[in-house]
C-alpha cells in the first residue's frame, strides 16, 4: 500500500515535469506592461520525500507530501553577487503518510545560480512536530526527537524548466542539536516542483 503511495506521487511529478516541459516549447504569449508593485510571494513548492530512510521512521518505507511556499527577498542588490546573500522568508510543512513524524517549519533560504538553468539552495530555521519526544519502548516506527520545536536545515539542486517552473532534489534534517536529551533527528530525502511567481 504504501509502496503504491510513494510510486503514485513519484508518477504524479514526473508527469508534471513533463507537461512542464511540453509548455515550455510553447512560443511566448505577448507581454504587456504590469504594476511595478512587488510581489509578497516568491515561489511555491509541492512534492514528497521519503521518511528518515536510514532510522526507525523509515523503516518498511514511509512517504511525506511536502509544500513550502517561499516570500520575496526583504530588499534587493544592485549586483548579482550580493544579492545571493539576501535570503528568502520560507514556510512550509511535511504529512507523513503512515502516521508517523509530520511536521511544520520556517525559516531562512539562499538560493546560488551555478548557470541560467541550474541552481542549488540551503536553509535553515526551526519546526514543530507531533512526533514522540521520548524513548518509545513498544512503537518502533517511532523516532524520540527529545523536544520540540527542533532546528532544520536543508540543501537542495535544482534545475529551471522555463520562467516559472523548476524541479529540485532535497535533503532535509530536524534535530534539537543537543538541547534535550534525546537528539537522533529525522533526516529526509525527495523531489519538488517549484513555481515562482
Given at each position: ?37 512587488p510581489s509578497l ?17 523509515g523503516k518498511d518505507g514511509s ?135
Amino acid at each position: 500500500m504504501r509502496t503504491g503511495i510513494v510510486l503514485g506521487l513519484g508518477l504524479l511529478v514526473v508527469s508534471s515535469v513533463g507537461a512542464i516541459a511540453a509548455d515550455a516549447k510553447r512560443p511566448a504569449p505577448a507581454t504587456y506592461p504590469t504594476s511595478s508593485q512587488p510581489s509578497l510571494l516568491s515561489e511555491f513548492r509541492i512534492g514528497f520525500s521519503a521518511q528518515d530512510p536510514w532510522g526507525p521512521e523509515g523503516k518498511d518505507g514511509s512517504a511525506n507530501l511536502t509544500g513550502e511556499i517561499l516570500f520575496a527577498k526583504p530588499f534587493t542588490a544592485s549586483d548579482l553577487f550580493t544579492s545571493y546573500f539576501i535570503p528568502r522568508p520560507h514556510i512550509g510543512g511535511s504529512v507523513n503518510f503512515d502516521g508517523r513524524t509530520s511536521f511544520a517549519y520556517a525559516g531562512l533560504t539562499w538560493t546560488i545560480d551555478i548557470t541560467p538553468n541550474l541552481f542549488v539552495e540551503g536553509s535553515i530555521g526551526g519546526a514543530i512536530h507531533n512526533g514522540d519526544k521520548d524513548v518509545v519502548g513498544i512503537n518502533v516506527h517511532r523516532q524520540a526527537l527529545g523536544c520540540s520545536p527542533l532546528f532544520r536545515e536543508s540543501g537542495s539542486v535544482g534545475v529551471r524548466l522555463s520562467a516559472n517552473w523548476s524541479v529540485m532534489a532535497t535533503i532535509e534534517h530536524l534535530s534539537n542539536a543537543g538541547a534535550c536529551s534525546e537528539n537522533r533527528g529525522l533526516t529526509n530525502i525527495g523531489a519538488r516542483v517549484g513555481y515562482t511567481f
